[in-house]
């Protein structure tokens, strides 16, 4: 399973610092889902996305921001091993492939939504955005349609993160650690 990573803002109340994750841990991130990593943050146009990303890349990237934001490394389940398919997903009725931009709203998920292609397939009414497609691909796009409240139907681990700072979990079982909550712990082993 792939590893999603949302560093939430610092508790005020306990007087957190917000700390950015060690190379060491996103390695270990990467080593066990190697397909590829993705950071998603806001900023003053939207939520602006990099995804294709090495370790290394993120790590100097996620030093320079502040919370929240997302950290992805994606295992391909399906659609393969192509950049293209990284998280996270800008969620827009285009289903955008970019490596990079900026939008209203951007979604990563955890796990292998197994109805996908039934329930895009059951969404299209006019022409159909070019291929590649993934599950999270097909989820974005069907969010977009549909607003992220489709989310809650679909039994995996999903996280959006929107234009104004706030995220929202679709899932129960995400794990606090090391100041982020975490998808999956895969890459502790």
């Known amino acids: 399973m792939c590893v999603a990573i949302v560093a939430p803002y610092p508790d005020e109340e306990k007087k957190e610092v917000h700390k950015p994750l060690s190379l ?9 889902n190697p397909a590829g990593g993705g950071i998603a943050h806001v900023t003053d146009n939207g939520v ?24 992805h490394f994606r295992i391909p389940t399906t659609g393969g091993a192509d950049k293209r398919l990284c998280h996270p997903f800008p969620i827009s009725k285009k289903a955008s492939l970019a ?20 329930g895009l397939l059951n969404l299209l009414q006019g022409p159909m955005p070019p291929a590649p497609w993934s599950d999270t691909r097909a989820m974005a796009y069907v969010a977009a349609h549909f ?31 090391e100041g982020h909550w975490f998808s999956y712990m895969n890459w502790k082993h």
Not at 48 to 54: A, N, S, V
Not at 99 to 118: F, I, P, R, S
Not at 149 to 154: A, D, F, G
Request: net charge negative; proline share 2%; charged share 25%.
């Open 24 to 32: 060491e841990i996103l390695k270990a991130c990467e080593k066990s």
């Open 48 to 71: 602006y996305f990099k995804k294709g990303l090495t370790s290394e890349e993120i790590f100097e990237i996620q030093k320079t921001l502040e919370p929240p934001y997302f950290i």
């Open 99 to 118: 490596l990079e931009g900026t939008c209203q709203a951007a979604l990563m998920h955890n796990g292998h939504w197994g109805g996908w292609k039934t």
């Open 147 to 177: 607003t992220t409240e489709i989310l809650t139907l679909v039994d995996e681990k999903v996280a959006v993160l929107y234009k104004d700072g706030g995220y929202r979990f679709f899932v129960r079982g995400w794990e606090l650690a």
